[in-house]
């Protein structure tokens, strides 16, 4: 499965896609056991809104349910 880590305020970030689907974010070393450097075009979307949330632009991800 492609996977992306991704340098966040809170430590590394590892998203994992398949079949064109986010299944997991995790860190890097406590969930995440490996990183990768896997540039798909849903990984790169991730990396996106994940950069803008934590710049305070985005409230949630795109798609996102309100909780």
């Known amino acids: 499965m492609p996977t992306l880590t991704i340098?966040?305020?809170l430590?590394?970030?590892v998203?994992?896609?398949e079949d064109g689907a986010i299944v997991s974010l995790g860190w890097?070393?406590?969930e995440?056991?490996?990183?990768g450097s896997d540039e798909t075009p849903v990984l790169i979307?991730?990396?996106?809104?994940?950069?803008?949330y934590f710049v305070?632009?985005?409230?949630?991800?795109?798609?996102?349910?309100a909780v």
């Open 7 to 9: 340098a966040s305020p």
């Open 11 to 13: 430590g590394d970030l």
């Open 15 to 17: 998203v994992t896609e």
């Open 28 to 30: 890097l070393g406590e």
């Open 32 to 35: 995440a056991t490996e990183g």
């Open 45 to 52: 979307e991730a990396r996106r809104q994940l950069g803008e």
């Open 56 to 65: 305070s632009i985005r409230r949630r991800p795109q798609g996102a349910a």
